[in-house]
């Protein structure tokens, strides 16, 4: 199978006379060395079943294929989905296991199960597609958004390989106690492991970017599901970072009622009233919405703070 070069994705930009806009998000790479290094860094297992978000010209889509896995691409863009199957049949065979859907990821609740899979059909109830691994450039302005919906949508994911911009991919993976752990950090963190897996530099795309991206990898381990408890969780965290210069005690005045009931929770949590949400682990946020619940108080998500920005733009 041959990858897409830059000359292929110019010539297949040119086609349908798609000229890449920022408000899109729209930068394709352009070097096959670096789909293969994407490829190879999720680590997935032999014909891994795999959905891909914003697919673009498939630069992606096709080193997926190449490795032997079974695709489901979601592509907002009108233009690029009526021309991906194209390329597909082209590049990859007409017999690539391979499936388009042409639809907002963001809205996308269910997938169609891809063509020419080798499950037997008694084992896709109403063929629902069940994807193990979501491996993906993602459009830089609705990445973290887009991550977190999948995660919450398919709890058959084990495997997540995103590229995104290197600051917010910093984000993702940053530890308590840093200047850019945040909400992404904490709700990313929450479904498993989240690593840095790699920097990309920003000539392998066209148009080059102005920033460097970042290869994210989460290991999802995450087995208890229940919405409630995941919302009620969430709509902490958020409180907790949208004045994150102050303590949680004042932090967490409006989710908790007032400042001493929050202080009391606190508390009883084991967690300096003093400290700032940057210092708390997952689990101390889950301990602490924990002992709202069992208070009767706070965390029930209708004393929320406002949310802040999804991907914390705050310092």
């Given amino acids: 199978?041959?990858?897409?070069?830059?000359?292929?994705?110019?010539?297949?930009?040119a086609d349908i006379g798609l000229r890449p806009t920022k408000q899109k998000g729209q930068n394709f790479v352009i070097d096959p060395n670096t789909v293969r290094s994407i490829v190879?860094?999720?680590g997935l297992e032999e014909n891994s079943n795999v959905v891909e978000i914003g697919p673009g010209l498939g630069s992606l889509t096709l080193g997926l294929l190449e490795a032997g896995h079974r695709v489901t691409a979601v592509e907002i863009d009108e233009l690029?989905?009526?021309?991906?199957?194209?390329?597909?049949?082209?590049?990859?065979?007409?017999?690539?296991?391979?499936?388009?859907?042409?639809?907002?990821?963001?809205?996308?609740?269910?997938?169609?199960?891809?063509?020419?899979?080798?499950?037997?059909?008694?084992?896709?109830?109403d063929a629902e597609n069940q994807p193990d691994a979501l491996v993906a450039n993602l459009p830089y302005n609705v990445a973290v958004p887009v991550l977190l919906h999948f995660l919450e949508t398919f709890p058959s994911l084990t495997t997540v390989l995103v590229m995104v911009q290197l600051?917010?991919?910093?984000?993702?993976?940053?530890?308590?106690?840093?200047?850019?752990?945040?909400?992404?950090?904490v709700k990313a963190q929450w479904y498993g492991d989240v690593q840095l897996a790699g920097k990309i530099g920003k000539n392998v795309?066209?148009?080059?970017?102005?920033?460097?991206?970042?290869?994210?990898r989460i290991d999802v381990t995450r087995t208890d599901r229940d919405p409630?408890?995941?919302?009620?969780?969430?709509?902490?965290i958020d409180a907790a970072f949208a004045q994150r210069r102050k303590t949680l005690?004042?932090?967490?005045?409006?989710?908790?009622?007032s400042p001493q009931q929050s202080e009391d929770l606190l508390t009883v949590a084991g967690i300096d009233p003093k400290t700032r949400g940057e210092a708390l682990t997952v689990a101390d946020f889950?301990?602490?919405?924990?002992?709202?619940?069992?208070?009767?108080?706070?965390?029930?998500?209708?004393?929320?703070?406002?949310?802040?920005p999804a991907e914390d733009p705050s310092p």
Avoid: C
């Fill in 1 to 13: 199978m041959t990858l897409l070069t830059a000359r292929d994705i110019r010539e297949l930009a």
């Fill in 40 to 42: 190879t860094a999720a």
């Fill in 80 to 125: 690029l989905a009526q021309k991906l199957p194209s390329t597909v049949d082209r590049f990859a065979g007409s017999d690539a296991p391979f499936h388009l859907v042409n639809a907002d990821a963001l809205r996308v609740t269910t997938l169609p199960t891809p063509q020419h899979t080798t499950e037997p059909a008694d084992d896709r109830p």
């Fill in 167 to 185: 600051e917010v991919a910093e984000r993702l993976a940053a530890a308590p106690g840093s200047r850019t752990y945040g909400v992404p950090s």
């Fill in 205 to 216: 795309f066209w148009p080059a970017p102005n920033i460097d991206s970042g290869l994210v």
């Fill in 228 to 236: 409630a408890v995941r919302s009620r969780l969430f709509t902490l």
């Fill in 249 to 257: 005690r004042a932090a967490l005045s409006g989710w908790a009622g």
């Fill in 286 to 308: 889950q301990r602490l919405a924990a002992v709202a619940v069992d208070d009767g108080g706070a965390s029930n998500g209708d004393a929320a703070a406002p949310a802040p």
